[in-house]
């Protein structure tokens, strides 16, 4: 998963003498330079931080004194709203550097994706080797899959809202090589220090969907930060559909007999995911809902599964770590050689 990057800081200087005798100048110069720090950048909300030096006698007077007259002139004549918490703009005028920094709250944009490349994974995948580095595993691409939803995201949206990086948080993840289809899997977009808040919605999912083959967004709306664990943290059962190859020949009646039966599965955690997932037991409730013959040997499955249900384990039954599969239940050896998510519940 990508990592959030520390939110860099715009920065603007200014020159001032901070003398008593001279404070409505020094408050006129550092409001000059807020006009011109916050110039193209979309804020309604903001608060005010003051560094001061601490050996002058009259610091914490002078300080607050600018400090509350800088706040009163950017309410008054601009409109925007000072809080004490959560502020889409953050500034921070240190009188020891001459300086003015600003930090942004990062922009939140919730919706659903669509996937449709079985050569693509949710977010940026690192090699494991040289983390992105670049090495012979890789082909010096230092990723495990060269392209992601997220990258796609990040080359489309970052520069119409000038964010300086894009982390997508998903509820659940599909495998690179599994479709997902219906509605999308929903997800939340953090966009950091995006200088542009106001954002045509609508457009937005239009522009991403006209300019990729590879996926398409919707449903998309402004959120705060706390959707990220409600997104993440959701429970959602999911419909899939699998073609299963099988060693030998499929006793149709046998298998047909499986439909619409819950059938409640214990699944150690998969060999292939062993590394990066703690090794424990889940229980989990799956029900066949459909087959369709292809040949003697091929069949088309679809299936309602709980949360966090590994689907191509409980076919080919991951040597024994997940029981009963489906090759335990029709007694003959299957694996799953391509999958789709059709829809998330």
Request: charged share 30%; net charge neutral; proline share 2%.
């Amino acid at each position: 998963m990508a990592k959030r990057k520390f939110d860099p800081s715009f920065y603007s200087s200014f020159k001032f003498d901070y003398l008593v005798g001279e404070k409505e100048e020094l408050i006129h110069n550092v409001y000059l330079s807020f006009q011109k720090i916050w110039e193209g950048i979309d804020f309604e909300s903001f608060e005010i931080g003051i560094s001061w030096p601490v050996d002058e006698e009259y610091a914490i007077e002078f300080k607050y004194g600018v400090r509350d007259r800088i706040i009163e002139m950017i309410t008054t004549e601009f409109e925007k709203k000072h809080v004490s918490s959560d502020a889409d703009a953050y500034f921070l005028v240190d009188f020891n550097k001459n300086s003015i920094f600003l930090r942004l709250k990062p922009l939140f944009i919730a919706g659903n994706y669509c996937k449709f490349s079985r050569d693509l994974a949710q977010t940026e995948h690192f090699c494991r080797f040289c983390m992105g580095k670049g090495c012979g595993e890789c082909h010096q691409t230092g990723h495990t899959l060269e392209n992601s939803v997220e990258q796609i995201l990040a080359k489309i949206i970052c520069p119409l809202v000038e964010s300086t990086q894009l982390v997508m948080h998903g509820a659940g993840r599909e495998d690179g090589d599994v479709l997902m289809l219906g509605k999308g899997r929903p997800f939340v977009l953090e966009l950091v220090c995006a200088k542009k808040r106001k954002i045509d919605l609508k457009k937005l999912e239009e522009l991403v969907n006209s300019s990729t083959n590879l996926i398409s967004i919707n449903s998309l709306k402004i959120v705060d930060e706390a959707q990220v664990a409600i997104v993440k943290n959701s429970v959602h059962d999911k419909i899939y559909l699998a073609k299963v190859l099988c060693v030998e020949k499929i006793n149709f009646e046998k298998l047909k007999n499986l439909i619409n039966k819950k059938i409640d599965v214990e699944q150690r955690t998969p060999q292939r995911v062993s590394r990066r997932r703690v090794d424990m037991l889940r229980k989990k409730e799956i029900t066949v809902l459909e087959i369709k013959e292809i040949d003697e040997k091929n069949f088309e499955l679809k299936l309602l599964t709980s949360h966090g249900t590994y689907v191509k384990e409980f076919i080919s039954g991951d040597k024994e770590r997940t029981n009963p599969s489906l090759s335990s239940l029709i007694e003959n050896k299957c694996g799953c050689i391509m999958l789709d998510v059709l829809q998330i519940i």
